[in-house]
């Protein structure tokens, strides 16, 4: 089993960003005009990156599959993103934050890319809001905080409820500057379908033309991957329809390492599903939890009235209600991590607690929140003895002020008034914290491919703390991979043009080709959707929240039944040369049935609790922790980096161990 | 419940095109319109027909992908919300429901309910941006005091999606929401006044060259917009681009 280099510099953890800075090649400025990069993605990180290396003065080629950059699923993120700005004073740092993220991490991310992370977060900020991002301010007109999960300080900045929408049309703005100067050539409504290798290099890469059909070749000097998670492996995810892992899964293929594809985010605040016909889950901010509480009823009697519509879940008084995060974790709370969060609802849900007829759904009450704010209202507004009518005005206009676009979508979807009774949630697929193997450079295995944003794997470990995906796709587009990119493209100063009419590219061009005939002319019996959903519901039901030997070991199986199936009878209307999105998620579907399989192997090969991940064999059994995660640093404290073989189950396990000098590694507790 | 649905069909830009008629049952008012559509194209690939193309993507209101024109309202009968946020509650069972994409000179069909919006781009890349390169060493971020009702109304401005709603509505095909939104967000903010006046300058005539039309104040787009960009955003960009006009 060969080992992998992280190429992470050597020197004190604090100084090794700044010294391999001012160590790296440079390209000048009259050089990189003659440097063609090319970055598939328009989100957060593609975004981010692809404006940057336009200003340094790169030929930026970007690649969207949606009709604008601006619709990139960052768009999405709702809570907010961190940085170690110590506004309030409270006490944050740089080290607070790189420590928090790996222990929220469970201890499986790279010391060295989380401490980087951490430096840059603060210039991450600073450089929003001179893009004109409008971030939430206080009175004084400075900029205000909210605390998230797995945390003991508030450095959570946002924008409402739309956090990420701000930031990314930040980094769209950025993006449109420089298309404007013709630095940025954007292909709206393109997917890429390969990435061409030339020597040994990722040299271009095959699209194809989404509103015409036509398959296209781009040449550059290097590649950038910014093309998101994998979650729609499970059919239902937060993710947006079109989320694929389709441009990770052919570069896989290429040669580039996959990393941890088992570290999955299950997010604990999602709308319950309603019916077999759900295209999607909607997420609830994870910054509800900071004002919402989360409870199910104490007594099963209470559990069956409320389901059969006898009981409301207002007429149950405080001490017929149990508050499990509060009970279980009292030093977190209601703002212990994501991870533990899902499982302690499905922990309260599979013991017969859940609060709607499919047993899945526990409530957040943000009624304890609206007297809170109501009572202090009416001290500041100087009215006596305020009757509650007049305190629950008050605080309502509060909770509306901080959440109302979130109160306001949950009342669309389900139809139940949320300032009056309390959300459902239940948790669902939304982030992949494994990805795209990169080293420090954030290069994969193929020389000269990059991967960032959530297409990589390296920072959050097995879990991701709230705001903190905002906070990696830009440090990696706006900060890191500019200097690292450039040290290798120092290299590439006197090769030229890369020409697109060789071997490399036919090749590669070809077997695209091919793929969407096959698809077109299949003529099978069975949409790509029919095949999407049992791959989804083979993964929720066996690699989901709990997994286990027997179970990881059948889904392997059906996943491979399930991908010979499809090639056999997936039927494609429409023709290869028009707008054929049946077409497009054809090819989507075809990726994920195999990256699944290799999710549910590294699953099986990870014998430990940690993050995201939960297996049943790994659980502490007495003491203060029972039935909590027991990690095992002895055994599996390192990467797991799959190189593929031609089927998901064949693939080698690659390993980088990794090293914590600055960080003691201790069993994560939230009680 | 069990609907009509009139739908435009167009297979290509260059196609005619003509409203066709399906039926759909056992909707329930749970769905949305779009996985209500979705049953309908998964009815249709298993006849052996071809799905109607629509864009789509977060389905969840916020990435201004979807659009389609419903019984005559942009986003259809429910106000404040997209396509893909409309539920089937809004709906009668035997209901007929006409659904048509957005129409305007500026947004050309590519295929069936799928229009090209990329027009809107010219508009954002004409200046619909700050000129400030990434650097790290950008001033602090608290070093200029924003008052809050400037930032609110700054953010209330950006949080457009730049779906088009205001421009299928208008009777002109104006733009002029989607464009005052833009100015407006960064007129607000002491960061955007450095180049405020050639900012509205370069983004209305760029909007005039796209070919969307001018603004007779009918307040539809305010109505219609998911998001309730308000009309003030077209008065504070008519003013922005008179102070520039007499700059010069």
Known sequence: MATLDSKTPKGPLKDKWTSYKNKIDLVNPANKRNIDVIVVGTGLAGGSAAATLAELGYNVKAFAYQDSPRRAHSIAAQGGINAAKNYQGDGDSSYRLFYDTVKGGDYRSRESNVHRLAEVSANIIDQCVAQGVPFARDYGGMLDNRSFGGVLVSRTFYAKGQTGQQLLLGAYSAMNRQIARGKIEMFNRHEMLDVVKVDGKARGIITRNLITGEIERHSAHAVVIASGGYGNVYFLSTNAMGSNATAAWKVHKKGAYFANPCYTQIHPTCIPRSGDYQSKLTLMSESLRNDGRIWVPKNMDDVMAIREGRKKPTDLSEEERDYYLERRYPAFGNLVPRDVASRAAKERCDAGYGVNKTGEAVYLDFKSAIERYGKEQAKIKGINAPSMEKIIELGTAIVEAKYGNLFQMYNKIVDEDPYKTPMMIYPATHYTMGGVWVDYNLMTTVDGLYCIGEANFSDHGANRLGASALMQGLADGYFVLPYTIGDYLSNDIRTGKIPTNTKEFDEAEKEVTERINFFVNNNGSKSVDYFHKKLGKIMWEKVGMARNEKGLKEAMAEIKAVREDFWKEVKVPGTADEMNPELEKAGRVADFLELGELFAKDALNRNESCGGHFREESAETDGPQKGEAKRNDKDYAYVAAWEYKGEPADAILHKEQLEFNDIELKQRSYK | ?248
């Open chain 2, 1 to 248: 419940m069990n609907l009509t649905l009139k739908i435009w069909r167009q297979k290509g830009p260059t196609d005619k095109g003509q409203m066709v008629d399906y039926k759909v049952t056992e909707i329930s008012e749970h769905m949305s319109f779009l996985e209500m559509m979705d049953v309908l194209n998964e009815q249709l690939i298993n006849a052996g027909e071809e799905p109607v193309a629509f864009d789509h993507d977060c389905r969840e209101g916020i990435c201004g992908m979807c659009s389609m024109y419903i019984n005559g309202e942009a986003h259809g009968p429910d106000r404040g919300v997209t396509t893909c946020q409309l539920h089937m509650r809004m709906f009668k069972d035997g209901d007929t429901i006409t659904i048509e994409p957005f129409r305007a000179t500026a947004f050309p069909v590519i295929k069936d309910l799928v229009v090209d919006r990329t027009s809107f781009e010219r508009i954002q890349q004409s200046g619909g941006f700050i000129s400030v390169n990434t650097s790290g060493n950008t001033q602090d971020a608290n070093a200029i005091p924003i008052p809050k009702k400037d930032a609110d109304d700054a953010m209330d401005a950006a949080t457009c999606i730049g779906c088009g709603a205001c421009v299928a509505t208008c009777k002109n095909s104006s733009a002029m929401l989607f464009v005052g939104a833009k100015v407006s967000q960064y007129a607000l903010l002491p960061q955007g006044r450095v180049e405020a006046t050639e900012r509205v300058q370069n983004m209305v005539a760029q909007m005039d060259l796209e070919g969307f039309g001018n603004c007779t104040n009918t307040g539809a787009c305010e109505i219609e917009c998911p998001k309730g960009i308000s009309l003030e955003n077209i008065a504070r960009m008519n003013s922005e681009f008179m102070k520039a006009s007499l700059k010069g």
